[in-house]
């Protein structure tokens, strides 16, 4: 893929943030333009996040241009706003290979590029890293500056606020840009809060301010009158009061698309000691009016003409796992009310839009935030109601501990459908869901499925919810196969795995979505293949049966080998004392990078022909 770099005249001779910083400041306009033309241009092109970096255009220009990175520190959080930051950090001419196998990362990422400080996938991690820094940098003695962009819902999360919470007790120099992509707020940005900006972080006010403290500080009234005085100038444009209370200095909100208004203000704020707050307001997908109009459609986005003002319909395929759990929430619910919905941000993901609308009362989006969505869910199952937690594999990872704490040790009847299970593809390392059957397995009173198909998946979500305790149904990023749904009443028997073919010598006991390969592998070995569904409790009674007559065991898993369902295999014939060969085929012992799932499936060896090789490879 190539963009004509003639159509770019300034940002085609941008190839560090210190070209940047050699042009002057009536150019950062035209830069930020050409800059937003180029995104438009290679995302449309190649696929990837979209509507955040429109939004991030003008901030990304301000503070390369004002801050000296990578010596300065600059931390991006959600990690998808930095494209901008990408391109004008070296990575130009390569962004068009982005979230592709061996191309570039999707996020900020610290084996890339010198510039980007912290890796990052989820979200809400920036305040507390940069606050890490920010000591680091005090020790070193250098003056090291250190920023964190936090935003498109980040803020959310309690880690934010507990790392706030901590950033204005400690009182380091560092500067947190709250960027608010919400409409809510556009009535306070306008010039004469830009005006009171510039004033409120220049060097006149805050000299004002100290002098005014120190020469009113032993006269008590006058004191407080200082303070009503300075709070009642500043009330005039800030929306609160909550930042200052936790001990930073607040400044906003201010237009985040005046690249002159940012460069001003945040040239003043970085000379300003302690904790500082700029408070910006951005619009997600600015500057494309499509992506303006539905930022979330927009928010990832496959390749599109931007000449049209709708996204190509997706070929006519197979419903999603999520619709499938999303249709079945419907079903559910339209014959039981004390079902309630839970999820952590995540509804279009999740497949949770229609029941959102069309069960409000029993629908309840969190926001970022996995461990209170658990223990949320621990309260309403102790009040009698039926809470079903619809979260990704990697996400559940960040409510580990109220799962065990709020869930399983008071053994309460929570069902986890757990999304984006095994291999997801081109979010990469933070995004694969391959660690959940092993953090879950060792936790007692849980009951762990994973459905070979669509309609498994359904018949395992009527069980698990009709279950006096908590229980997981895990399933991948994809599509089924076509199979017939059962009815909601349908239920399987609790630890009962099924055999699918009867072999010789050979038997592969598949857990999961992997079955699909497993069996093309089965056929070719003239090999015993097993659905064993559950992984945890395991079915031993059916692996004393292929005892009796197969050599070799084969486990079959898209989650780590080590501590996964395969590890329940052999702990159970360990148990047994029984002589047999056992290979586990699954993930090594490494992070699985970005790609597409078919990519990496192949790469892992986890597609038929790779079975069989690892197979093979090992009875030689």
Known sequence: MTINLADYPLLSNINTPSDLRNAGQDQLTRISNELRSYLLNSVSKSSGHFASGLGTIELTVALHYVYNTPFDHLIWDVGHQAYPHKILTGRRDRLHTIRQKDGLHPFPWREESEYDVLSVGHSSTSISAALGLAVAAEKEGKGRKTVAVIGDGAMTAGMAFEALNHAGDINKDML??????????????????????????????????????????NIPPIKELASRAEEHLKGMVVPSTFFEELGFNYIGPIDGHDVNGLVNTIKNMRSLKGPQILHIATKKGKGYEAAEQDPIKYHAVPKFNPEETTLPKAKPSLPSYSKIFGDWL????????????????????????????????????????????????????????????AIYSSFLQRGYDQLIHDVAIQNLPVLFAVDRAG??????????????????????????????????????????????????????????????????????????????????????????????????????LNATLVDMRFVKPIDQQLIDGLLVNHSTLVTIEDNAIAGGAGSAVNEYILAQGKAVKVLNIGIKDHF????????????????????ITQINSYLA
């Open 176 to 217: 947190i840009i709250l960027n608010d992509n919400e409409m809510s707020i556009s009535q306070n940005v306008g010039a004469l809060n830009n005006h009171f900006a510039k004033m409120l972080s220049g060097s006149f006010y805050t000299g004002l301010r100290e002098g005014g403290k120190k020469i009113l500080g």
């Open 592 to 611: 699985v990078k970005h790609g597409t799932q078919e990519e990496i499936h192949h790469e892992l060896e986890l597609d038929a022909q790779g079975i």
């Open 330 to 389: 419907c079903k559910r619910a339209e014959i039981d009310n004390k079902l309630v919905a839970i999820t952590p941000a995540m509804a279009e993901g999740s497949g949770m839009v229609e029941f959102s609308q069309r069960f409000p009362e029993q629908y309840f989006d969190v926001a970022i935030a996995e461990q209170h969505a658990v223990t949320y869910a621990a309260g309403l199952a102790i009040g009698g109601q039926k809470p079903v937690v």
């Open 423 to 524: 291999i997801v593809g081109a979010d990469g390392a933070t995004h694969q869901g391959v660690f959940d059957l092993s953090f879950l397995r060792c936790i007692p009173n849980m009951i762990i499925m994973a459905p070979s198909d669509e309609r498994e998946c359904q018949l395992m979500l009527n069980t698990g919810y009709q279950l006096n305790t908590p229980a997981v149904v895990r399933y991948p990023r994809g599509n089924g196969i076509g199979k017939e749904l059962p009815a909601t009443d349908e239920l399987i028997e609790i630890g009962k795995g099924v055999v699918i073919e009867q072999g010789k010598e050979i038997a592969l006991l598949s857990f999961g979505t992997m079955l699909q390969e497993a069996k093309i592998a089965a056929e070719t």
